[in-house]
């Protein structure tokens, strides 16, 4: 792979997912082939003039499949190739997009170049695919640099004529081509006629800081979801789960539970036996906000941690990458608190 000088390199890294996936003729489901199924369908890729390099992985996966030596590897897989490339594009599965781009942008330290995730509902090779556009504009958008510099220096989800901070975005429709969305953060471009960039909403990185890849996950973790009638065997089987380091509550609106004491006295528990409770809420938008109702002020004073307005998705990867780096729970509770990659307010 030689570089010609001055000229835009960006390595597309296919891991898997729907965006390279052809119907089984034996039993028509969907099922994954090789990379090279995605150059065939859009020969568009060579009119961008870019030195297009591609990588697929061995074997590629429906993104259900992805665990976190996945996100090692697409991770080692951009360090290896940081000096050489201009941007990164990221093919993968739209179901745990959102994870494995919160994921990443915990692991990317000083990342001073773009990482863009993308994929598709439909297949790229069907004629009404909206692959084709998603690819080429994450190229276009990973390619994009002012004297030198990357526009977008940050791990982002390229999906239906926008662009959002990965570890902000969620998947919320299942059919529409409009798949994801940041409730709580803008949008960093917006496509229509011109792409057009928020710069004042992306985040540069300090300069010549190299990059730094943090490569462990701790996945004694779970995530518990609140409902009205909740059973006390169910919470402790979640909570006695052995090993269990960090429980994420789904909590009710503005990160509000049951005051019931038999609740309350279990949470306290797994905290005084060291485990950490990250309270994130179940609203699609908004922010926990512990201490503006009752039904908070007592998770308060337990001693559990406001997950702000984290996504899902970005509380449960940014909790494996806290405990797989700090020993100590103070560090972990105080990191959970602080914006790492802009993923709360
Ligand atoms: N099941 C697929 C995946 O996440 C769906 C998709 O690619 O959109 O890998």
Known sequence: MIKRKNETSILIIYTGGTIGMVHDPKNGSLVPIDFKHITNHVPELD?????????????????????????????????????????????????????????????LENLAKPVIFTGSQLPIGL???????????????????????????????????????????????????????????????????????NFSDIHYPPKNKKLIVNKSFDTNVAILKLFPGINRNFVEAVINTKGLKGLIIETFGSGNAPTTKWFIDDLKEFIAEGGIIYNVTQCHGGSVEMGLYETSRQLLTAGVVSGKDIT??????????????????????????????????
């Open 47 to 107: 009119k961008f003039g870019f030195d297009l390099q591609s990588i697929t992985f061995n074997p590629v996966k429906d993104s259900s499949n992805i665990d976190p030596s996945m996100w090692i590897n697409m991770a080692e897989t951009i360090e290896k190739n940081y000096i050489r490339f201009d941007g990164f594009v990221v093919l993968h599965g739209t179901d745990t997009m959102a994870y494995s781009a919160s994921a990443l942008s915990f692991m």
């Open 127 to 197: 004629l009404r695919t909206d692959g084709r556009e998603n690819l080429l504009t994450a190229i276009e958008i990973a390619a994009a640099k002012e004297k030198g510099t990357a526009l977008v220096p940050e791990v982002c989800i390229y999906f239906d004529n926008e662009l959002t901070r990965g570890n902000r975005t969620t998947k919320y429709s299942a059919e529409h081509f409009d798949a994801f969305n940041s409730p709580n953060y803008p949008p960093l471009a917006e496509v229509g006629l011109h792409l057009k960039y």
């Open 312 to 345: 899902s998705e970005a509380s449960v990867t940014k909790l494996m990458h806290l405990l797989g780096k700090h020993k100590s729970k103070k560090n972990v509770i105080k990191f959970l608190s602080t914006p790492l990659a802009g993923e709360i307010s």
